[in-house]
């Protein structure tokens, strides 16, 4: 049985008269990635700075590494890093300097010279923060927060803001902290994030978890069908074979399949009996699932589209 | 203390590296220094621009008595002279020759030499004659019948002289402008001058004279008085300004934030940015006493309680700065409370001049800053050598850092960022 490292039970947090999160209940188990996923206000950032301690709960229980949010902060805070949401440090420190600071404020000891190497910092090592891009000054973030080897590593929508090739950078140095065994929680709006890094996600919309669990079970079970949509000659009469789901869209058809596998005997014959096909095969994802889930989707910008 | 220390030395780099933090913090506070050392100096003697027209003129040359007048006032330090022609029409000349210093202007009339001369003799008469009167009346029995006679027809000679006199006043005019602070300054040594020419005149010896001469007599120059001041405005407006500036910036660029996600205690990071400034301020009076010796000779140095005065002085500024800083999310609302609260202070508790050249209720006003008692004790400790004067600056500074401190730690925020 898996070890539980973070424990939510009906949480609850308020601003007043506004409800930020409306009694919320998850786990979250050693070396796995979970990810909390929903559109900007959902309440993520709430509850993962409850988990960080850096919010007190109007309700509810939280329990990190088994210790309580409220009354065993400075025991949390000792086994925890954390990459706050718009993460930012001393701007003319430079990069060692900032990461050894964050090394002394948590009174680890050691040099810092292989997370530099790790993290493809090495080279702007010496280089003040203040002078480096969004995507590296959210790596020094990450390095800064793993420098005193956490047991989980909070990433509070850690990529919001870079270009697409920061970003897969930054997914492949979350790939390696999971290879190495760390737990890791993410928020995030991004939907490709989640399937290309988390194991578990939780879908969380004005304060309410709307659906949580493995993301290819959550796929399998609200992502809807396997669509390939093929043009060409005799394509309606061979996925006809294989589905009774047949569409025409924009001078295409579409063959609709409720499963990968069965999708994958009707491309097989595709190939086979006919050549000059232009076949093209879109999987269900977790933009299906929210969708499905939530009833909307969100955009961008990370805002919830109806 | 381990992670006040790791604040202390990441605060410390981020100042060295700040060429703004730099510059205001330290050069700023040492180009004053020159600049107030020298404008307020020994240096810079202070001298009163006077100009005067001579209408005095005998065959076209000043009279002899107009020209001793003038040299009389170009002998006194405090005056500059410079002569008008006596052609020149002074209304005009004011109008065509506009000036940022206000005008003085003093006329010598016309027959100021004869006017004065017969004034003169008038006054030396009457007091003959009444030396006479008064030696008659009070020895005249004992006189010899001739002798009486003899003073009796020269008192009467005198009388009907006198009688027969024109006796005009020589009357000298100063035209000063309106709001020209120094014209009653330059009026009190022109009234000076003239008792001192009247007698003259007369030929009346000094019966007293003033003595110039220093309380103190430890070779003190004006810098020495400066400098405390100086010092206390400056480890003042670096934690009221610079630390509320900062803090509220790190608030706002979500620095703190960090630091909050980390063990790092919050009494940990106001202890750190407080070591920071307080080894600012020492760094500052060190360079600004090394400078105020080398290029001013100052010879109030500070010794231990001065030190001590100054770590309070810090603490209790960067508590109020962080405080403010903590409270006031946005950075260019942040900077304007600081500045808000610390130029009155700077300029109005008598840091830079002494509070008794101020009006009485500004004095009063002064007595409550916080300012007051840090420059105060300063320089009672620097100038006066005399710590236990300092001691109610002491008990003030001990209780205002105290509050400070409390309040910044309240005020500061590690939760609900």
Known sequence: MKEKVIEVEGLVKRYGKVTAIAGISFEVCRGEIFSLVGPNGAGKTT??????????????????????????????????????????TFELLTVKENIELARDLHGSKGPVENLLRELGLWEVRNRKFGELSSGMKQRVGVAMALVSEPEILFLDEPTTGLDPQARRELWEVIKKLKSKGVTVFLTTHYMEEVEALADVVGIIVGGRLFAIGEVRELISKYGGEVRVRVEGKRARTILRKFTKNVIEENGAVVGMFSSRE?????????YRSSSGLRIEVMEPGMEDVFLRVVGGRVNERGELVR | MRGALAVFKACMKNWIRSRAGVFFSFLFPLLLLLVFGTVFGERGEVKYTLYV????????????????????????????????????DVETYVREHPSFTSYRILIIPENFHRKAESKAIYVRTCVISDTVRYLLQTYGSHMKENEREAAENGLALMEKWKENMTIENSEILLLTEEGDTAAPVVGGILASVVNTFNNRLIGAESVAEVQSGRLIHRGLKAADYYLPGYIAAFVMTNGVIGVTSITSDFGRRGVIKMLATTPLKKSSWIVGVVLQQTALALSLALVMVGTGWIIFGVRALPDIWAVLLIVLGAVTFCSLGMAMGGSIRNPDAAAAAGNAVAFPMMFLSGAFWPVEMMP??????????????????????????????????????????????????????????
């Open chain 1, 47 to 88: 509850t993962v700075e409850i988990l960080e301690c850096l919010r007190l709960p109007t309700a509810g229980m939280a329990r990190v590494l088994g210790y309580d949010v409220i009354a065993d902060a400075q025991e949390i805070k000792k086994r925890i890093g954390v990459l706050p949401q718009d993460f930012s």
């Open chain 1, 262 to 270: 069965k999708a994958a005997r009707a491309l097989a014959n595709l």
């Open chain 2, 53 to 88: 027209q001579n209408l005095d003129l005998e065959n076209g040359q000043p009279s002899l008595l107009s020209r001793t007048f003038l040299q009389v006032l170009e002998s006194v330090r405090a005056l500059r002279i410079e002569n008008l022609a006596p052609t020149v």
């Open chain 2, 360 to 417: 009485e209720f500004m004095q009063t006003v002064a007595k409550v800053m916080p300012l007051y008692y840090f420059h105060d004790g300063l320089r009672r400790i620097m100038i006066l050598k005399n710590p236990s004067q300092a001691i109610p600056s002491f008990l003030v500074m001990t209780v205002l850092a105290t509050v400070f401190l409390t309040l910044a730690i309240k005020v500061t925020k590690w939760r609900e960022l």
